[in-house]
């Protein structure tokens, strides 16, 4: 009988504690939700072009004092110093500054230069040229909208070895030399959008900085699996792209580049001059 008493408590101690975990259980899910739906309506705002045009002209190579600036997301910054007294750092550099040119890829695989502001088609097929003043770390990220995790496209195993280390006044095209036994058609080594139906636009994120980002690879390894692997370094949260843009200091123009429809980002800030975070959008028809 004591034996009955003893399991009858027992079960009610299980089902009590069952009846407290399952609240504390579904909050723990209800904020998981919010964080997601704050994530979602802060990407709205961050995630988009910045860059203010001007007619006038930057001079991209003269050389200016800027200040060095430590970034948690960066490979300077040193976790164990901890000066009494702030140092600051200043250096004799260009500007940041980083030139786009978008180019429509035809069937045989010619590129024609084409203005960033028309509308495109998911039958299109793109490529990116993008080049920098000076030696630093690029990344390029694609999203099919702010909201979305973004696809790392540079780094890349097709482009300079795997590499996102570039060099100053190097053209660098992306995607290019794509194996045959995975792209047999030299049209289809480019961007390939996205249907209308999933995406009206699609968002382009480049990152060109100072110091390599320790939260995205550096070096791409040639897996050869597949083209997505080849074309792809991974995946970037939106949360994580946020984090990278309202940490930076920088302060954007547009101005024309080497040609027509060639758009140079540059960062004017010799405050924090440490990266050029900028987003370009590419609309689509409905066709």
């Known amino acids: 009988m004591k034996f009955m008493t003893a399991t009858k408590k027992l079960k009610f101690i299980i089902f009590a504690f069952g009846m407290l975990v399952l609240p504390l259980g579904a909050l723990n899910v209800s904020a998981q939700v919010d964080d997601v739906l704050v994530v979602r309506q802060k ?16 001079n991209v190579t003269r050389r200016v004092t800027i200040v060095r600036v430590e970034k948690k997301s960066r490979s300077n910054y040193n976790k164990t110093k901890r000066p009494v007294k702030k140092v600051v750092r200043t250096i004799q550099v260009p500007l940041l500054a980083a030139q786009l040119r978008l180019l429509s890829v035809d069937n045989e ?23 920098a003043n000076q030696t630093g770390y690029l990344y390029v990220i694609r999203q099919a909208s702010p909201e979305d995790d ?17 060099k100053a006044n190097v053209e660098y095209i992306l995607p290019k030399n794509c194996p045959l036994e995975y792209v047999p058609e030299p049209r289809d080594c480019a961007l390939q959008l996205f249907p209308y139906s999933e995406s009206p636009q699609e968002y382009f994120t480049l990152i060109f900085t100072r110091d390599s980002l320790i939260n995205l690879p550096n070096d791409v390894k040639n897996t050869r699996v597949s083209l997505a692997n080849l074309m792809s370094a991974g995946k970037i949260s939106a949360k994580t792209m946020i984090d990278l843009i309202e940490d930076s200091g920088q302060d954007l123009i547009s101005q024309q580049g080497d040609t027509p429809f060639a758009m140079r980002i540059v960062n004017i800030n010799p405050k924090d001059n440490e990266e050029i975070i900028e987003t370009f959008v590419l609309s689509k028809l409905n066709k």
Do not use: W
């Not at 990407?43 to 930057?58: C, E, L, M, N, Q």
């Not at 496209?153 to 570039?166: A, E, R």
């Open 43 to 58: 990407a709205k705002k961050t995630i988009r072009p910045k860059a203010k045009p001007v007619s006038r002209k930057v």
């Open 109 to 131: 695989g010619k590129e024609t230069e084409v203005a960033p502001f028309v509308a495109f088609t998911p039958n299109d097929r793109l490529r990116m040229s993008i080049k």
């Open 150 to 166: 973004g696809e790392i496209i540079f780094p890349t195993t097709l482009v300079n070895n795997g590499s996102n280390l570039v």
